[in-house]
């Protein structure tokens, strides 16, 4: 207890891992308050110039259905302004019985497309007119992606255990512990425990807070997301033994550590964005454990409840090969010296 104890002290004194604790339950708050934000107001409306006296008054007032108008009283003030790089403004001016757009082309596509859609949907008013017109309601822009980012975001927090046991751990080969550590009567088991349990229960607190604050869970699927965070964050705490084993130093520590949280962060938006139909190497992805638990917490996300179980399955076998792994490099290395 008393070695615990010392290990909890440590982190208030490691401003590397309280920030690694502290910093996704921030940007968990930080993404929840940005969903809550309508970000269709930010959206520019459809703005046209008309010269005077030049399209009716019906003309003007079809127009104002789907945006703003402004008059110019000459050509080249309509001109300039339809090149004004800071607007997205459409020229209309009359073409017989119908109308013409103009635009300069350094206009988004959305703007574009309106302008060529114009003179074709004037033509037709009449036509549409008679048409039962249905609102759609406006997607969110960040429906597609705050998925995504919540689920990075948990896989950082998930990360807290590699990084600080393997802090730890080259912290005492500076300091000298490691040396007392290899002459006290513990076993391989008991010196696991004593490593792994702070890194592991901070990680997990670390991701659980950071699931409560993003996703609205019910009970079976809270479980489920509890089962993912336990198993993932028990996988990094056991990645940063390693970690903290090979490590000569403490800058060639934090560039493991790096390198694995790129690791763990760069495969699941990969994966995710480019959509690997092949088998074999969708299969290869899950190589890595932050894979399963991605998939797995994304699964949770969009409600369903039997996938995650697979995600589940698949960290609890790497964690019985990291497990196993680590005592059988242990034992051998007491064999050998």
Same mark, same amino acid.
């Given at each position: ?125 009449? $036509?549409? !007119?008679?048409?039962?017109?249905? %609102?759609?309601?406006?997607?969110? /822009? @960040?429906?597609? &992606?705050?998925?995504?980012? #919540? ?94 084993? $090979?490590? !000569?130093?403490?800058?060639?520590? %934090?560039?493991?550590?790096?390198? /694995? @949280?790129?690791? &763990?962060?760069?495969?699941? #938006? ?68």
């Amino acid at each position: 207890m008393r070695g615990l104890r010392y290990q909890l002290k440590s982190i208030l004194h490691d401003k590397f891992c309280l920030m690694t604790f502290l910093l996704p339950i921030a940007v968990a708050a930080a993404l929840n308050f940005a969903g809550s934000i309508d970000f269709s107001s930010l959206d520019e409306p459809l703005c046209f110039g008309v010269l005077k006296e030049d399209l009716s008054v019906q003309t003007i007032e079809w127009l104002e259905r789907y945006g703003t108008v402004t008059t110019y009283t000459t050509s080249e003030e309509l001109t300039e302004a339809i090149n004004e790089p800071s607007t997205n403004l459409i020229g209309v001016r009359a073409d017989g019985d119908g109308i013409q757009t103009l635009v300069s082309g350094d206009e988004l596509d959305i703007f574009r497309q309106t302008a060529d859609t114009l003179p074709i949907l004037y033509a037709q008013r009449d $036509i549409a !007119s008679q048409e039962t017109i249905q %609102v759609l309601e406006r997607p969110d /822009v @960040m429906a597609g &992606f705050q998925d995504l980012f #919540i689920a990075v975001t948990l896989i950082v927090a998930m990360f807290m255990g590699c990084t600080f046991n393997a802090m730890n751990i080259i912290s005492e080969k500076e300091d000298g512990v490691a040396f007392v550590n290899e002459i006290l009567p513990m076993t391989h088991r008991e010196y696991l425990i004593q490593k792994m349990i702070v890194g592991f229960i901070c990680g997990s607190l670390s991701a659980f807070v950071t699931a409560c604050i993003c996703f609205p869970l019910s009970v079976q699927n809270a479980v489920l997301m509890l089962l993912l965070i336990v198993l993932s964050a028990f996988a990094a705490a056991l990645i940063g033994l390693f970690i903290g084993k $090979i490590s !000569s130093g403490l800058m060639v520590g %934090v560039t493991y550590i790096k390198i /694995v @949280m790129l690791l &763990f962060m760069a495969v699941p #938006i990969v994966s995710f964005l480019v959509k690997v139909s092949n088998p074999f190497l969708a299969a290869m992805f899950y190589l890595v454990p932050s894979q399963a638990a991605f998939e797995g917490i994304m699964d949770l996300s969009a409600g369903r409840r039997t996938v995650p179980i697979t995600d589940i399955l698949i960290i609890l076998v790497h964690c019985v090969i990291l497990v196993s792994a680590y005592l059988l490099t242990s034992r051998w290395k007491k064999k050998n010296i």
